[in-house]
């Protein structure tokens, strides 16, 4: 085994749970825990392996993804076409790739590093230690395939691991899951109504974005100010735009009411930008369609258990359904299913509205409703269309990523993507590059969220105690992870450190240490640079380009249930820490000299935004102060 300890028997155990493991016969593989001082000296971390060997399992992941659809869009039984010729399979969870727990793809990437140890080993028995009855499923049907003797022994699951909510949703009927998000959007679009408006029929470039991360003095002003879009927003004022934003999380009716009251002021103060919610779109053939698309993929899908061979493992028989099986499910005909079909619908009602559109910009994270989109931008026959990879693109973020097959022209099944994919910099063009994205797709741009960076400050702060500053992101798994070590520390050293928490808007706290100060999570995190000496956050967040652009210490956290997405991945001006020992040597050992990475070696930074009018084809305007 990789890096492991001498084996002294042929039995495997691989220990999937957060409690400590006490087995001291065979090897023993960590499989959501990194070895610390207090593990046992048989015991190694499968989540490291996976780090050690990360561009072949991540090429194996692809490849994997890439199987399963052609397996599934090639075979007349399992294809998932809904009308206009249009595949569904885009749509799919699945497909969307999230790096998220539900998406599977941190468990996915373990069994590959596990066939690979297996493969190097002599080992003739599997005793496998969970209460992941999917995952138990997988590893049994591996140990079958690969000739070994496999025991299974449940362990006590996790209070924290599955919550009543998720209870309550899986042991739901998906297709009442489904009506019940068909009535929540129907509600949602009525509380929208008041101010539904078409789309304005003289402009011909539209952007599609969320309804989210607003700028900091919108509620004062009432203007439009966007963290996606910056400084472009006072550029394109002289220029016809249609702005049609797609709701994140703002389901209450308090919620609701002032989205109205916001698109309303934006359009009243604005002579030339349009500004629509697109979830405010519901007609009695919107609905309709949604429910007959939604009846058709749910008799198509029948049953379910003929895609079950499509999962498995090319050249094996080695199968991973069971883990995929639930969120396919959702995804078929649950919850998600119908929300696809609404979005679906949606989409080609607001996108045959438009007049002929010039250029169309969306932000690009491969999510189903990108499918949609750049289908019937392109059945209507409007002009280019680009996906902006607005702020970085991270080694193990697969959803701006493919099998390089997927990329030949003469490919049967054609993957929906844009005309040109905008990158804001070096950084995120190497990135894509690397992975074989087509580089004659790629355009660079300005970086329109780190533009600020282009006259940032370096860390003054000048006491003598020491603060850390950390921050969170939505990832539960990860925050977890980070706050655990981080109460440890705290634990051990009372007194030696002054903590601000500026929590991501998503999580909620429980059993913080006393001496931790939550700091507004509405401010800009690089307000609290100057009262800090360093930035200890998720490998997940972006966070950390700020920390290092701005001479700030950063220490990222590895989360062993999720992959190392920091941008930085490998830099070494990025401290990464594991363990409550390894954060305390990162704060000890913190040099006089201060990190630092010239901003304009991973962005454009050029205030003018050349890039970015080149692009669209429209003249420089004048930059907004607010943003730099």
């Known amino acids: 085994m990789s890096k492991s300890r001498e084996n002294s028997t042929n039995i495997l155990n691989i220990w999937d749970s957060e409690q400590p493991c006490f087995i001291n016969n ?7 825990q990194f070895v610390t001082p207090n593990s046992l000296p048989n015991a190694v971390s499968i989540c490291e392996i996976v780090e050690e060997r990360a561009i072949e399992i991540r090429s194996q992941l692809l490849k994997y ?11 007349s039984k399992t294809q998932l076409r809904l009308k206009q010729d249009f595949n569904y399979f885009w749509m799919t969870q699945f497909h969307s790739r999230p790096y998220t727990e539900s998406g599977q793809l941190n468990n996915s990437a373990k069994v590959f590093a596990l066939i690979q140890i297996i493969n190097e080993n002599k080992f003739e028995q599997i005793t496998f230690h969970s209460s992941n009855q999917q995952l138990t499923k997988v590893i049994r049907n591996l140990s079958t395939n690969l000739n070994l003797e496999f025991k299974s022994d449940p362990v006590v699951r996790s209070k924290s691991q599955v919550t009543t909510k998720s209870r309550i949703k899986l042991r739901t009927p998906k297709p009442l899951l489904a009506l019940i998000a068909l009535g929540a959007q129907l ?81 009243q103060n604005s002579t030339k930008h349009h500004h629509l919610i697109a979830d405010s779109q519901m007609n009695f053939k919107i609905f309709w369609s949604s429910l007959r698309d939604y009846s058709r993929l749910f008799m198509r899908t029948m049953p379910l258990s003929k895609y079950k061979s499509a999962f498995s493992i090319e050249g094996t028989d080695i199968n991973l359904w069971p883990i995929f099986r639930n969120e396919w ?96 910099g070096p950084l995120a063009k ?103 000496d360093v930035l200890y956050c998720s490998a997940i967040t972006s966070a950390v380009i700020d920390g290092v652009c701005a ?30 020992q390894e954060l305390n040597d990162a704060l000890n050992n913190m040099g006089t000299s201060t990190p630092h990475i010239s901003p304009n070696v991973l962005f454009n930074l050029d205030l003018n935004l050349s890039r970015w009018h080149q692009l669209l084809e429209t003249k420089a305007g004048q930059t907004q102060s607010n943003y730099n």
Request: aromatic share 10%.
């Open 26 to 32: 065979g090897q023993v593989l960590l499989w959501r």
């Open 187 to 267: 509600k949602v679009s009525i509380d929208l109504q008041a101010n539904k408006s078409n789309v304005k029929s003289d402009a011909s470039i539209s952007f599609f974005d969320y309804w989210y991360r607003f700028g900091s003095s919108v509620q004062e002003n009432r203007k439009f100010e966007s963290q996606y879009w910056t400084s472009l927003v006072g550029d394109l004022e002289g220029t016809q735009v249609n702005w049609l934003h797609n709701l994140v999380d703002q389901r209450g009716k308090a919620a609701l009411s002032e989205a109205n009251s916001l698109v309303k002021d934006f359009n």
């Open 430 to 532: 190497n990135s894509l590059v690397e992975a074989n994205y087509p580089e004659s797709e790629i355009s660079e741009v300005e970086a329109l969220m780190y533009l600020h960076l282009a006259e940032h400050k370096v860390n003054k702060k000048s006491d003598s105690h020491k603060t850390i500053l950390v921050a969170t992101d939505f990832l539960e798994s990860a925050t977890k992870a980070q706050m655990e070590l981080l109460n440890e520390l705290l634990i051990k050293d009372p007194n030696k450190y002054r903590v601000l928490l500026k929590p991501h808007w998503s999580q909620a706290f429980k059993n913080l240490h006393s001496d931790i100060e939550i700091v507004s999570g509405k401010s800009d995190l690089s307000t609290y640079f100057e009262l800090c």
């Open 329 to 424: 499910l959702n995804s078929l005909r649950g919850y998600e299913a119908m929300i696809n079909c609404l979005r679906f619908n949606r989409l080609e009602s607001i996108i045959a509205q438009l007049p002929q559109q010039r250029v169309g910009v969306y932000l690009i994270e491969n999510q189903p409703w990108e499918m949609a989109l750049i289908h019937h931008w392109r059945n209507f026959g409007h002009g280019k269309l680009v996906g902006v990879a607005h702020s970085t693109v991270r080694f193990w973020d697969l959803r701006q990523m493919s099998d390089p097959r997927r990329f030949l022209r003469n490919q049967k099944n054609l993957m929906p993507r844009p005309d040109k994919v905008a990158v804001n």
């Open 551 to 580: 001479g700030v210490p950063v220490i990222q956290c590895l989360d062993p249930e999720s992959f190392n997405l920091s941008p930085l991945r490998g830099n070494s001006e990025v401290k990464f820490v594991r363990t409550t």
């Open 65 to 75: 993804i890439y199987d399963v659809g052609e397996s599934i869009n090639n075979n």
